[in-house]
Nanobody, 124 residues
Framework: QVQLVESGGGSVQAGGSLRLSCAASGYTTSRSCMGWFRQAPGKEREGVAHIDSYPTTRYADSVKGRFTISQNNSGTGLYLQMNNIQPEDSGMYYC??????????????????WGQGTQVTVSS
């Protein structure tokens, strides 16, 4: 099965940048559907960014223009470039994989594999 491990989180001041990575092991394929999610304390998990098999990227309105999701050619790496990070971006960030290809938006419950998360803390 696929295992996902996030890295790259840490503490950063508002306006700074971070690059999160998600390493996929086990069965992987190129152009697989993957996404980034986050959860702040006391808040519900929310989708941050998604990449499908075209590949087309989609972003939550709150991060559009600031974050960029990308995937390497082999499908073993997923990345989230976070620029101009704001305090409200703080939380645990999780990568997720559908476990195959898709075209267009999918529902959160369809993601089959999840990582353990990496913490992002943004100070004012």
């Amino acid at each position: 099965q696929v295992q996902l491990v996030e890295s790259g989180g840490g503490s950063v001041q508002a306006g700074g940048s971070l690059r999160l990575s998600c390493a996929a092991s086990g069965y992987t394929t190129s152009r697989s559907c993957m996404g980034w999610f986050r959860q702040a304390p006391g808040k519900e998990r929310e989708g941050v960014a998604h990449i499908d098999s075209y590949p087309t990227t989609r972003y939550a309105d709150s991060v559009k223009g600031r974050f960029t999701i990308s995937q390497n050619n082999s499908g073993t790496g997923l990345y989230l470039q976070m620029n101009n990070i704001q305090p409200e971006d703080s939380g645990m960030y999780y990568c997720a994989a559908l476990g195959g290809q898709c075209y267009g938006r999918i529902q959160t419950y369809q993601y089959k594999y999840w990582g353990q998360g990496t913490q992002v803390t943004v100070s004012s």
